[in-house]
């Protein structure tokens, strides 16, 4: 289930600088994780494939980092509130979703959330799959 909240009256780059704004007041908060400190992490490996997966306490609040290329995702357990550029979405478990290249999320998370990930690639080497999936600023990816 998925409920699509009623769209800000902003440009989609206006949300993305809001949501980079709302990143580093997350930043200031004394003891804030980021990167993948945040929450514990499985890695799994198939044929041409890396599945991520992150398990989210409830009342966690975190962004995502920017993602390069489009992708599906999958949340397994909880519920979540979710801020793109596209605007704000309150998700429940079971979703399937594609997440789209230029994608940076804000979450907060209602309920213990699992998040589940995949993305095509041959390399195993978490470093590599990052730089190949994850870019470091918007000007990487299209609007």
């Given at each position: 289930?998925?409920?699509?909240?009623?769209?800000?009256?902003?440009?989609?780059?206006?949300?993305?600088?809001?949501?980079?704004?709302?990143?580093?007041?997350?930043?200031?908060?004394?003891?804030?994780?980021?990167?993948?400190?945040?929450?514990?992490?499985?890695?799994?490996?198939?044929?041409?494939?890396?599945?991520?997966t992150?398990?989210?306490?409830?009342?966690?609040?975190?962004?995502?980092?920017?993602?390069?290329?489009?992708?599906?995702?999958?949340?397994?357990?909880?519920?979540?509130?979710?801020?793109?550029?596209?605007?704000?979405?309150?998700?429940?478990?079971?979703?399937?979703?594609i997440?789209?290249?230029?994608?940076?999320?804000?979450?907060?998370?209602?309920?213990d959330?699992?998040?589940?990930?995949?993305?095509?690639?041959?390399k195993?080497?978490?470093?590599?799959?990052?730089?190949?999936?994850?870019a470091?600023?918007?000007?990487?990816?299209?609007?």
């Amino acid at each position: 289930m998925t409920e699509v909240m009623e769209r800000p009256d902003i440009s989609p780059a206006e949300l993305r600088e809001s949501i980079l704004d709302i990143e580093q007041k997350i930043a200031a908060i004394p003891g804030a994780l980021f990167g993948d400190d945040v929450a514990p992490l499985l890695h799994t490996f198939a044929d041409g494939l890396y599945i991520r997966t992150i398990r989210m306490p409830k009342g966690m609040l975190l962004t995502s980092k920017i993602h390069k290329t489009n992708h599906p995702y999958f949340v397994m357990e909880g519920e979540v509130s979710v801020l793109t550029d596209e605007g704000e979405t309150r998700i429940k478990a079971p979703y399937a979703g594609i997440t789209k290249a230029g994608t940076k999320r804000v979450l907060y998370i209602h309920e213990d959330t699992v998040w589940i990930t995949v993305h095509a690639t041959d390399k195993t080497d978490l470093a590599e799959i990052e730089d190949e999936i994850i870019a470091t600023t918007f000007n990487e990816v299209p609007l």
